[in-house]
């Protein structure tokens, strides 16, 4: 029997070669593979890294926070991988956090003071940070489309001015609120499970449904591979590379309110640092290419599952956490390295030689 | 010939009337004081500005500077500190080190075909990274040799200190002039800016220029940090944080095309210079908020930007107007 199954299971394997695909090939394969051995390795640090426990309601774990703790980035992910599909980057979406938070705990602070307005009502406090997120992201589009800047520097000049703005609109304070409802943002608990959680599968699924379920996807990575034949083919073009940018834009803002929820504040320096370059390093992780075209919104989402779990393990494993960086860059640099078809064939060349 | 200089062209015009507003508001902006100042302040900015133009004109990005010049810094302090070494043999070794750096990146981008900017990023958690390790304590510096280095200073008439970190700044903008437009190196960085698999088939050599053109930015990132830990007489992990962002708004700024082969140091020069400039008005101003310095610096990129759009000879602002192309069978019609 097991000696019928084994041949029969190689054929199968070998069946999995279909024209120049094989598993190493698969974009996914080294992204599911990174995070697998790092989650191993967390086991193997901390026995106990799987278990799960209620506690006053509250699902407590190493794997809730890793969740927990990668849903701003992965919010960021769902947008910026759009962008990156588009042959795009966006540098700005730390900065769009910022505003985003300012303006939300600026305009919830004015409830708290006794305004009564309607749109100093909570809901409406968060529409109008969602809608401001959208707007700046409408703002990146307009520059990126129609008047042809390159994407790293039109999003560069919100990246540069974002900041400031932020502190604007706050005097230069980290304005602090009490309110409820903006804090369940970011440490409501719905089941057990933290609501940022639940916030980032929304979205996911919203987005999702819109890409792959529309002609949106295949129009953005069209867009990606060559903007000007998909004009001539009678894709609007710059209106895709609007929508995207708007949608990171939005992602940005959740992502802010997020932050700003967990600490009950609007820091404009804090809130989002580094946020960009994270959202941009957990896209391409995930095997989505800078120079746009073919994306995947899961495998993003892993790309930023990879380095939280590596810094959560990092933080289990008791080693002095002025190391995590380094070891950040080492893991990053050898999945990419795993990633690149030169680097493994120039192994593969190696290996050949020796034998 | 003019599409190139053009954005140069903008930035130099920009730059002399944003320097002559405000001189029209504060006489001190003539005096040698206020430029010897800039240059003082921004030689940390503007060294490693210059070794990103190259990258930049090749087409590449190099997120690395700002981490590689606190890790110099946390080197250096370390070194002559801790180990009792001199500096000039520590410079040494730093520099060494921080080519490596640079040439390492250089061989991953070029030779696996990773983009360079994830390869920079990368390296910028590396350094910064490395700068942790080694400490995350300030480390001053009390050395003879940084107290004579100190006192290598020109003192203008009307009270201008034209310093040693100034000089390096000007030394290292006329290498840089020299590299680009005088050598074989800058000829090839251009070419390959331009297009790169045309630079190969015209003989570059596309694989050495590449690792050269990170050795040389991370070789300056490093100088740079020599440079802030001579004028500092400290070590700090946490210094030039997000540098590398204000480095490349300079050299975009300074008319260099982020798609590589258009651009010139000069150009560099003065886009370092511009925000400087900015810093310098809202500080003898004094009512103007910190904050407002990141707005009008983000405006001023806008600015630059449009108008190089606007004016260049690519631009056409009547695409914004202009319908869809019919199809050819509508206009058989």
Redesign the interface.
């Given at each position: 029997m097991l000696e019928q199954l084994i041949p029969n299971l190689k054929n199968q394997i070998g069946k999995l070669k279909i024209g120049n695909f094989t598993w190493q090939n698969s974009r996914a394969f080294w992204t599911v593979l990174a995070l697998f051995i790092i989650i191993v390795a967390n086991r193997l640090i901390s026995p106990n890294f799987f278990s799960i426990q209620m506690v006053e309601g509250r699902l407590i774990g190493s794997l809730i926070n890793i969740l927990d703790g990668a849903a701003p980035i992965m919010l960021l992910s769902i947008g910026m991988t759009l962008v990156i599909a588009t042959k795009g980057?966006d540098l700005s979406v730390g900065a769009v956090m910022a505003i985003c938070a300012a303006v939300a705990v600026m305009l919830i602070n004015q409830y708290e003071s006794g305004a009564t307005d309607f749109y100093y009502t909570p809901p409406f406090v968060i529409l109008i940070a969602l809608g401001t997120g959208a707007l700046c992201g409408l703002w990146n589009g307009i520059l990126v489309a129609?008047?042809?800047?390159?994407p790293?520097?039109?999003t560069?000049?919100?990246?540069?001015?974002?900041?400031?703005?932020a502190?604007?609109i706050t005097n230069?304070q980290s304005p602090t609120f009490t309110d409820d409802t903006l804090a369940f943002i970011g440490r409501g608990v719905i089941f057990g499970v933290p609501f940022p959680i639940y916030l980032y599968l929304a979205v996911f699924l919203l987005v999702y449904l819109l890409v792959r379920r529309t002609a949106i996807g295949l129009m953005i990575e069209s867009v990606g591979i060559n903007a000007r034949a998909s004009?001539?083919a009678?894709i609007n073009a710059s209106l895709i590379k609007v929508l995207v940018y708007v949608l990171s834009g939005v992602c940005a803002a959740l992502a802010g309110l997020i932050i700003a929820g967990e600490v009950k504040s609007a820091d404009p320096h804090k809130n989002g640092e580094w946020a960009e370059?994270d959202a941009?390093?957990a896209v391409?992780i995930g095997g989505t290419s800078?120079?746009g075209g073919r994306f995947s919104l899961g495998l993003s989402a892993l790309g930023v599952l990879i380095v939280q779990s590596l810094l959560t393990g990092l933080y289990i494993s008791k080693l002095h956490p002025?190391?995590?960086?380094?070891?950040?860059?080492?893991v990053?640099?050898v999945v990419?390295?795993f990633q690149?078809?030169?680097?493994r064939r120039?192994i593969r060349q190696l290996v050949r030689r020796r034998a | 010939m003019k599409s190139r200089v053009f954005p140069l062209l903008i930035t130099f015009v920009v730059f002399v009337l944003l320097y002559l507003f405000c001189l029209s508001r504060f006489d001190s902006f003539g005096t040698t004081k206020v430029i010897c100042n800039l240059l003082r302040n921004y030689a940390y900015l503007g060294i490693p500005a210059i070794g990103v133009t190259f990258v930049i004109l090749s087409g590449g990005i190099d997120l690395s500077s700002g981490s590689i010049i606190a890790f110099t810094g946390v080197f250096c302090a370390l070194m002559i500190e801790r180990n009792g070494m001199h500096p000039l043999v520590v410079f040494a070794l730093i520099l060494s080190i921080g080519t490596a750096f640079g040439m390492m990146m250089g061989v991953f981008i070029h030779y696996f075909k990773i983009p360079a900017f994830i390869v920079t990023l990368s390296g910028m958690f590396l350094a910064r990274g490395g700068a942790y390790v080694l400490t995350t304590d300030s480390i001053s510096i009390r050395h003879p040799f940084y107290d004579e280095v100190s006192k290598i200073v020109y003192i203008f008439p009307d009270g201008g200190r034209f310093t040693f970190a100034a000089g390096a700044f000007l030394a290292v903008l006329v290498l840089g002039i020299f590299l680009a437009h005088f050598t074989r190196f800058g000829r090839n960085v251009y070419a390959m800016g331009g297009n790169e698999t045309g630079a190969l088939l015209l003989g570059v050599p596309v694989g050495r220029t590449t690792i050269g053109i990170y050795a040389l930015s991370s070789f300056l990132a490093t100088f740079a940090g020599i440079i802030l830990s001579l004028s500092k007489h400290s070590g700090d992990s946490t210094i030039a944080m997000g540098a590398e962002m204000d480095v490349i708004t300079g050299v975009v700024i300074g008319g260099t095309l982020l798609t590589g082969g258009v651009g010139y140091v000069i150009g560099t020069f003065i886009g370092t210079l511009v925000p400087g400039v900015i810093h310098t008005y809202l500080t003898l101003d004094g009512s103007l908020t910190p904050w407002w310095i990141k707005i009008i610096v983000g405006t001023l990129l806008l600015v630059f930007i449009g108008l190089q759009k606007l004016l260049g000879s690519q631009f056409d602002f009547f695409k914004l107007f202009r319908r869809p192309p019919l199809r050819a069978e509508q206009q058989a019609q």
């Open positions: 980057v129609f008047f042809d800047i390159q790293i520097v039109a560069m000049i919100l990246m540069t001015s974002g900041r400031g703005i502190q604007m230069g004009y001539y009678g370059l941009i390093l391409v800078l120079s002025t190391a995590n960086l380094v070891v950040k860059a080492i990053v640099l990419l390295l690149s078809d030169e680097f120039r | -």
